[in-house]
């Protein structure tokens, strides 16, 4: 445990046992793309996490516990940590105490216990933001999907889900966008105009999600951009992302995936970073987007 990993670990504290942050998620977004950095990591670790077993007097297992969220942390313990590795911010110290204490709560989603763990891990992530920024190249982000658009794509999962799992799932994604009505989360939502033209759920059904996106443009903590189809190739357009940012906490990207979701940090939310303010620049501007989303609007009405 380095003071990176010790950030990481309050916040996944935060976001409680239903969805806890990835271990080492740097380390395994290396492993995922064949580095042998994850074994020279494995021994830096060791000796790391030794420091930390003596830091706050406990067992490597109860340490190993700690990590994964399986239990919690108290105070003067985590003040003994943050004093180890040199977290000397003021605002940072108090914010990591706070996600100690919030660390006792368990999370909204964990009454929908057949959630897949990775759902539960992003919303967790969600749920603890300050900011998401969402580029989509197919559908609407889900943080602004009607209840009939997010039925029809669960609905047709090649899992084939019972109707009693689909509403569940249109529950849950119903209730995360209360982060959105309660003013908690901004969100920057860039999407590839494909996304207003592929008729989910047919034709009325995608009118009434149009209208959903039109509206929701209007709340000051969201923002929505349309990159139209005349731009031609752009920057990052064959994969959609999420980067979550938490304040005085470091940012994640997040890239689901079929065969496994995927986080990054450091370099990489940096990285991504740069991408999305060169898609916002390829897209047209909130007003130009607002008029383009009407329009189809209106065509979709009149089918």
């Known amino acids: 445990m380095d003071r990176q990993e010790l950030v990481h670990l309050m916040l996944g504290h935060a976001w409680s046992s239903p969805g806890q942050w990835p271990r080492r998620i740097g380390m395994r977004w290396r492993a995922r793309q064949g580095s042998v950095e994850p074994h020279r990591q494995t021994r830096r670790h060791s000796r790391q996490d030794q420091t930390g077993r003596d830091v706050i007097e406990v067992s490597a297992s109860t340490l190993r516990r700690i990590e994964a969220g399986r239990v919690g942390i108290k105070g003067p313990a985590l003040n003994a940590l943050m004093d180890r590795y040199g977290v000397t911010d003021a605002g940072l110290r108090d914010t990591l105490l706070s996600m100690a204490k919030s660390g006792k709560q368990r999370g909204w989603w964990a009454k929908y216990g057949d959630l897949p763990s990775s759902y539960r891990q992003y919303i967790g992530l969600e749920s603890a933001a300050e900011e998401v920024h969402n580029f989509e190249t197919l559908v609407v982000p889900g943080l602004l999907q009607t209840a009939d658009y997010a039925r029809a794509m669960t609905s047709e999962d090649a899992f084939e889900p019972s109707p009693e799992a689909v509403e569940r799932r249109v529950a849950v994604r119903m209730q995360r966008q209360e982060l959105i009505t309660s003013g908690k989360l901004r969100l920057v939502a860039v999407l590839d105009e494909a996304v207003l033209h592929r008729k989910i759920g047919g034709a009325e059904i995608m009118a009434d999600q149009l209208a959903a996106l039109l509206d929701a443009g209007k709340h000051w903590n969201v923002t929505v951009q349309v990159i139209p189809f005349r731009e031609g190739a752009y920057a990052s357009m ?66």
């Not at 979550?244 to 990054?264: H, K, Q, S």
């Open 238 to 303: 064959l994969s959609s992302f999420h980067i979550l940012n938490f304040g005085n906490g470091p940012g994640v990207v997040y890239v689901e995936g079929i065969t496994g979701d995927l986080y990054a940090e450091g370099e990489d939310v940096r990285r991504c970073t740069v991408i999305f303010n060169s898609l916002r620049g390829a897209a047209l501007s909130p007003t130009d987007s607002t008029a383009m989303i009407e329009e189809i609007r209106d065509a979709r009405r009149n089918e």
